[in-house]
């Protein structure tokens, strides 16, 4: 028996079970305290002995199961080092305490249960970088109770199959950035296999393995949490891809977690269903794929979050790429990305929004330098009600050719979408383009924007029907407003109030004879001059001795000695004429209350209206013989234009 001098308050080990510990100290203090050794190491004789007694049962010598057995609540366990239980192929439950430091005590190929508390090394998990932990990590999970807690301590721990969790409201914890796992097998999926409800993964470090944290594989967990986690694929040289694999669940919290190197971090199986997802405070950086992918194509999914996360870039930045994005959706209701930093992605875009069937918001973030074959934010297959709202676009790096900030070529249609109070910033050359509504049933919003050093501001080339762009501020664009007239449908019920619109042509040389131009250089004619028209280098080449003829027609090219030259319209602030088949004028548009710095055309339209219009032009074309039942007032010319 054990005297009160012996007891060392330091031997009484964390455990879930805060009255279990006071229990501990209380008998210890009472000297109510038996001995393994006292019965030859047969644990099932001691228990037997103890009976009802409050005590702890000190495991001093081996002990070795020879039938199933039970430690009732009544008798906690507390484990000298060197000493184990061993199971040989029976089961051990425990509904009691367990008292043990950072070392072996159970060993054998039966199972231990009914766990408040693990610790992992108890089962002998190993983390050299070397051991195969694979039975010994699952025993350990496996012996978790609802409601339990496993720890593992600091190491390197490699393991081969599956680990299994399927007892609810769990706690898995590592010690943050210390606790490093290591999947060897890169074609085995789901090293962490979650098949229950409840579960906390918090503190650890994936260094390899594919599709690691598995959700919903079997079964539909709920309320899932993922957190202070890093998946480095960047250190360890290794493959971690799709980090954090969604099948069928609810509720998902992946939070505060770091992605270097990895494939995809979040990611929604094709044609499972995923609702109520939310994605925060995590960082992502040399991303391989998408950092999050709702991928709901044939089930879809409800309300995901990304919210308040930093995203550093793709590893191949700037060369394009599909499927390196910061986020993409397809086929989920209730999107909302709001508060991200969202810099160098690659793909298609930097969000992508694929028939999102309504309530989606992307708003708050800061956006830079993202290559995107389409757009910043990439919405189509009928996009509804998506609101693009307080966002910073900023465009400056010139090796980035990204085409639009919100790209709406729906293929199909989008309805009531809002784009507002958003800032976008290009650089001198003036590569990005604001927006473009194309294939439009329901209500565009265009309101509240400002936009400096772009191509264009708004640029429809299929069609726009109903649709409100107004009070927005452009300076220094190539162009304002504009639907051209090789547009493949017609533009009807707009609405264009209250914005100011400022062209930089400054640019904009005049020809000139045995002179080197590069591509790009953009030229007026030395004679004839045609204010409708410019003319950009295709091929690069020097001018000839004189000039030559200059094709009007926009898309021709001009031979110029070794220069080719393709016209283009001039730069405009405002610019709307028929469709490609040269009729279906514009109908019902209402142009009023807009200073236009810069060349208007208004060519072709039928019950249009332009008023109050204040214009700085070297060309104004406004309702001319080829528009019908239009009417203008009360606009005010202030350059030197020629209104026709």
């Known amino acids: 028996m054990q005297s009160l001098i012996d007891f060392n308050p330091n031997d009484v080990y964390v455990s879930s079970n805060l009255n279990s510990n006071f229990t501990a ?69 425990i509904n009691s305490s367990i008292q043990a430091g950072e070392y072996q005590i159970f060993a054998g190929t039966g199972d231990v249960d009914g766990l408040n508390y693990v610790n992992s090394s108890w089962f002998n998990v190993v983390g ?22 496993l720890y593992i301590p600091p190491g390197i721990y490699k393991f081969a199959t599956n680990i299994l969790f399927d007892n609810d409201n769990i706690v898995v914890s590592g010690d943050y950035g210390k606790t490093i796992l290591k999947f060897t097998p890169d074609t085995v999926s789901r090293p962490f296999d979650i098949q229950c409800s409840g579960v906390i993964m918090q503190n650890l470090v994936v260094y390899d393995g594919s599709y690691f944290f598995n959700i919903g594989y079997a079964n539909t967990p709920d309320n899932i949490t993922i957190k202070n986690c890093i998946f480095d694929a960047t250190s360890s040289g290794e493959t971690v891809n799709s980090c ?40 992502a950086l040399n991303m391989t794929a998408d950092f999050v992918l709702a991928n709901c194509d044939t089930s879809p999914s409800y309300d995901w979050k990304v919210v308040n996360n930093r995203y550093l870039g793709c590893l191949t930045y700037p060369t394009q790429a599909i499927e390196k994005r910061f986020a993409g959706t397809t086929g989920v209701e209730g999107y909302i990305c709001t508060n991200n930093y969202i810099e160098n992605s690659c793909g298609d ?33 009928n996009a509804e009600d998506l609101i693009v709202d307080s966002n910073i676009f900023i465009h ?43 294939n439009q049933v329901g209500t565009v919003n265009v309101i509240g924007n400002t936009a400096e050093n772009i191509n264009a501001f708004c640029l429809t080339n299929t069609g726009l029907i109903g649709a409100n762009i107004n009070n927005n501020i452009v300076k220094n664009a190539y162009y304002g407003i504009v639907s051209p007239k090789d547009q493949n449908a017609g533009i009807q019920n ?40 410019m003319f950009k280098c295709t091929t690069a080449g020097t001018s000839g001795g004189s000039e030559p003829s200059w094709d009007l027609t926009e898309g021709n090219t001009t031979s110029d000695s070794t220069v080719e030259w393709t016209t283009i319209s001039a730069y405009s602030a405002f610019r709307m004429e028929s469709n490609k088949s040269g009729t279906g004028n514009p109908t019902e548009v209402n142009v009023t209350g807009n200073r236009f ?48």
């Open 597 to 644: 710095d810069g060349d208007f055309k208004f060519t072709r339209a039928t019950d249009c209206i332009a008023t109050s219009n204040i214009i700085k032009a070297d060309y104004i074309d406004m309702f001319g013989a080829l528009c019908t039942r239009c009417y203008q007032a009360n606009n005010l010319d202030v350059g030197n234009g020629l209104v026709t």
């Open 396 to 438: 400056s790096d010139n090796s980035v050719d990204t085409e639009w900030v919100l790209n709406l070529n729906s293929g199909a249609y989008s309805n009531n979408v809002t784009f507002s109070n958003n800032h976008i910033y290009g650089d001198t050359y003036k590569k990005i383009n604001v927006i473009q509504p194309d």
């Open 128 to 149: 050299d970088d070397s051991t195969d932990n694979s039975v010994e990590l699952q025993k350990s999970a496996s012996a978790l109770t609802s409601g339990g807690y």
């Open 349 to 381: 875009a930097a969000v992508h929004l694929e028939a999102i069937l309504g309530r989606s918001i992307v708003s708050n973030n800061i956006f830079k330098n993202c290559v995107g074959s389409f757009a910043y934010i990439y919405a189509l297959n």
């Open 494 to 533: 707009v609405n264009i109030i209250g914005n100011n619109i400022n062209i930089d042509d400054s640019e904009v040389g005049t020809w000139a004879a045995t002179t080197a131009y590069v591509e790009n250089d953009i030229v007026r004619p030395l004679t004839g001059y045609d204010a409708r028209y």
């Open 244 to 283: 954090i694999y969604l099948q069928t669940c609810t509720n998902i919290v992946v939070r505060d977690c770091i992605f270097d190197g990895t494939g995809y971090g979040v990611i929604q199986e094709a044609g499972k269903s995923s609702s109520h997802v939310t994605v925060t405070g995590c960082t």
């Open 25 to 93: 100290i209380e008998n210890a203090i009472n000297n109510n305290t038996y001995y393994l050794s006292d019965y030859s190491g047969d644990l099932a004789a001691a228990v037997s002995a103890i009976g009802s007694n409050n005590t702890i049962l000190t495991i001093d010598s081996n002990s070795t199961l020879t039938d199933n057995l039970t430690i009732p609540s009544n008798i906690d366990l507390r484990f000298v080092i060197g000493n184990t239980i061993t199971t040989t192929g029976w089961t051990l439950t």
